[in-house]
């Protein structure tokens, strides 16, 4: 099957699709970090390093008509939370998203955002648009949160996400179902590589990490550095034993002394391949950019073990076969 991947980011998404069956025609992504990560992965890739709102269809027939238009768009504000007009840009992008879908009448939307965009009142009038301009084209809409930690994952990450159909693959549609086996800690599955220079308290701090991690975040391009999230999160992750003020670029040596209750400032950081260990990013793919960029791609990410459930289910659905059962 063939998709249109807007906003792919690094990839995660459509990595996920890939998995799924469905090959992108084009990927969309205006940041040239992401897009250097999406051609040095997938040479077969077409790759359009613009800004979505300057995208026209007709100017790309080869999108018409694909199976499935997949975004994972930068996370929307409600207006009540909005302070600057540059904020208002991620709203922007998911309208966008929606006018795409009317010239290029996919037979499947799949479109990923904050938890939120899927029963707050305060999302409601995005609601109304999205649902008003979809359903006006024939589609049938399932909203629904996940989250990545019922897909295996060591993260509580929730995700908002929008399912649009034609009513006969619609009533096929089946959303993923969670894991039976329980999530695994963030210690679980960092230890590892925590011990992989030969740091001696590996195992305890894996013993402290006992429980998931929060989601990781990628902050805004246009302000801040990398750091693991706000004041809250930070917080979080210093009980983990995990100084969540920046990103490391290793992980602790044999010589590393570590005091769990001691000073933040002290305790380790995670480093980029701990970050992509914890959104399901296999350690093959090759993250282009610095500490930083490195960081934000895979924050802003769709994790792809998560893009992979829901893309078998989307195909599923979109098969003349069947889809799967609920």
Same mark, same amino acid.
């Given at each position: 099957?063939?998709?249109?991947?807007?906003?792919?980011?690094?990839?995660?998404?459509?990595?996920?699709?890939?998995?799924?069956?469905?090959?992108?025609?084009?990927?969309?992504? /205006? /940041?040239?970090?992401?897009?250097?990560?999406?051609?040095?992965?997938?040479?077969?890739?077409?790759?359009?390093?613009?800004?979505?709102?300057?995208?026209?269809?007709?100017?790309?027939?080869?999108?018409?008509? &694909?199976?499935?238009?997949? @975004?994972?768009?930068?996370?929307? !504000? %409600?207006?009540?939370?909005?302070?600057?007009?540059?904020?208002?840009?991620?709203? !922007?992008?998911?309208?966008?998203? +929606?006018?795409?879908?009317?010239?290029?009448?996919?037979?499947?939307?799949?479109?990923?955002?904050?938890?939120?965009? +899927?029963?707050?009142?305060?999302?409601?009038?995005?609601?109304?648009?999205?649902?008003?301009?979809?359903?006006?084209?024939?589609?049938?809409?399932?909203?629904?949160?996940?989250?990545?930690?019922?897909?295996?994952?060591?993260?509580?990450?929730?995700?908002?996400?929008?399912?649009?159909?034609? @009513?006969? %693959?619609?009533?096929?549609?089946?959303?993923?179902?969670?894991?039976?086996?329980?999530?695994?800690?963030?210690?679980?599955?960092?230890?590892?590589?925590?011990?992989?220079?030969?740091?001696?308290?590996?195992?305890?701090?894996? =013993?402290?990490?006992?429980?998931?991690?929060?989601?990781? &975040?990628?902050?805004?391009?246009?302000?801040?550095?990398?750091?693991?999230?706000?004041?809250?999160? !930070?917080?979080?992750?210093?009980?983990?034993?995990?100084?969540?003020?920046?990103?490391?670029?290793?992980?602790?040596?044999?010589?590393?002394?570590?005091?769990?209750?001691?000073?933040? !400032?002290?305790?380790?950081?995670?480093?980029?391949?701990?970050?992509?260990?914890?959104?399901?990013?296999?350690?093959?793919?090759?993250?282009?950019?610095?500490?930083?960029?490195?960081?934000?791609?895979?924050?802003? =990410?769709?994790?792809?073990?998560?893009?992979? =459930?829901?893309?078998?289910?989307?195909?599923?659905?979109?098969?003349?076969?069947?889809?799967?059962? %609920?």
């Amino acid at each position: 099957m063939t998709s249109l991947e807007i906003c792919a980011g690094a990839g995660g998404l459509a990595m996920g699709l890939e998995a799924a069956g469905f090959d992108p025609v084009a990927l969309i992504e /205006n /940041n040239r970090h992401a897009c250097a990560t999406l051609k040095a992965n997938r040479l077969g890739w077409r790759v359009l390093e613009m800004d979505l709102l300057g995208f026209v269809a007709q100017e790309h027939p080869y999108t018409y008509d &694909v199976d499935l238009l997949s @975004a994972g768009l930068p996370r929307v !504000k %409600s207006l009540a939370a909005v302070r600057r007009a540059e904020d208002l840009h991620e709203r !922007k992008l998911l309208e966008a998203a +929606v006018w795409l879908t009317t010239e290029v009448r996919p037979r499947a939307v799949l479109i990923e955002n904050v938890p939120a965009l +899927v029963n707050d009142g305060a999302f409601a009038e995005l609601r109304e648009f999205v649902g008003a301009e979809l359903e006006h084209l024939g589609y049938v809409l399932h909203w629904r949160m996940l989250n990545a930690c019922d897909f295996g994952l060591a993260q509580d990450r929730k995700m908002g996400l929008l399912v649009a159909m034609e @009513a006969e %693959s619609a009533a096929r549609f089946r959303w993923p179902e969670p894991s039976r086996a329980p999530a695994p800690t963030a210690g679980a599955v960092l230890w590892k590589s925590m011990a992989a220079r030969g740091w001696r308290d590996a195992v305890t701090w894996a =013993a402290r990490a006992d429980r998931l991690a929060p989601a990781i &975040v990628g902050g805004s391009e246009r302000r801040g550095g990398a750091d693991l999230g706000p004041t809250g999160t !930070k917080n979080a992750w210093a009980r983990m034993g995990i100084n969540g003020g920046g990103i490391g670029d290793e992980v602790p040596d044999a010589d590393y002394r570590w005091d769990p209750d001691g000073a933040v !400032k002290d305790l380790p950081k995670l480093t980029v391949e701990q970050v992509a260990i914890l959104q399901g990013f296999p350690p093959q793919w090759m993250l282009q950019g610095g500490k930083t960029a490195r960081y934000r791609q895979l924050g802003h =990410a769709t994790p792809p073990p998560v893009a992979q =459930a829901l893309g078998e289910r989307v195909a599923a659905a979109l098969s003349p076969l069947g889809g799967a059962s %609920s």
